[in-house]
């Protein structure tokens, strides 16, 4: 067995063990660097990135344990990234080790089920804004529904991102530009949603940063509607794509 040889079955034997061990947790195991590029030589380490639903103490002492096992074993040293899907999804934009991984990256290991698990408990959570939004209002404490209201409708936005792959933007307004090049660009969504959309964000704004800003009910009452039609969208194109069903509330 050739240097290079033994270094990707060990690649593929660390991939092998953290399925295993990191059961329903794990999401990608992705070989990178010069051994995934077929450039390594007999010192080149073994770079391997490991993306899981959620970074944690015990997920990070099982991965460091995995590769010294493996290490060992297998005589090469391993080197690894950890990185939670949301921070993988986050910098799929223009950061310079993600470029590396998913232009050179050989894929060892991939499990949908964390991801769509992340998808529903987005879901989840924006129903739960919504609940406390209409409640705020009911109270007429509409600078708070307003902005429960619109995080409500950006939870639904992230999870609709997720579910088609996409990188996750960096900033409030490019949600709903990412939401718009997945969805509304292809056709699969009408454009009508869109100024919606952006109403919401600005009120939310202004409820936010404007102290001079009084929301009236019209206001608390057009987000609470913007949320409830991108809850139908939800329900019809996340349903499509076996990501989880969202309840009517």
Known sequence: MSSLESKVACAREFAKVLAERLRGRLCRVVLFGSVAKGSADEGSDVDVLVVVGRVTD??????????????????EPVEYVVMSLEEYRAKLSGNPLIYEVERYGRELYRDPK??????????????KYYGYAVKCAQQLMLRAA??????????????????????????????I??????????????????????????????????????PAEDDASSVLQT???????????????????????
């Open 58 to 75: 015990e997920v990070k002492e099982i991965v460091a344990e995995a590769a010294f096992e493996v290490s060992l074993r297998s005589r």
């Open 114 to 127: 964390p991801e769509e698990e992340m998808v529903r408990k987005l879901v989840e959570l924006a129903e």
């Open 146 to 175: 307003v902005d429960l209201g619109q995080n409500a409708v950006e939870l639904l936005l992230k999870a609709m991102i997720l579910a088609k792959g996409g990188a996750l933007p960096r900033s409030h307004g490019g949600y």
């Open 177 to 214: 530009q990412r939401f718009g090049e997945l969805y509304v660009v292809p056709g699969e969504v009408g454009r009508d949603i869109v100024p919606k959309l952006y109403r919401a964000l600005e009120a939310r704004n202004r409820a936010r940063y404007d102290p001079e800003y009084a």
């Open 227 to 249: 949320y409830r039609e991108l809850r139908e969208i939800a329900l019809r194109t996340l349903e499509r794509r076996g990501r989880g069903a969202v309840e009517e509330g």
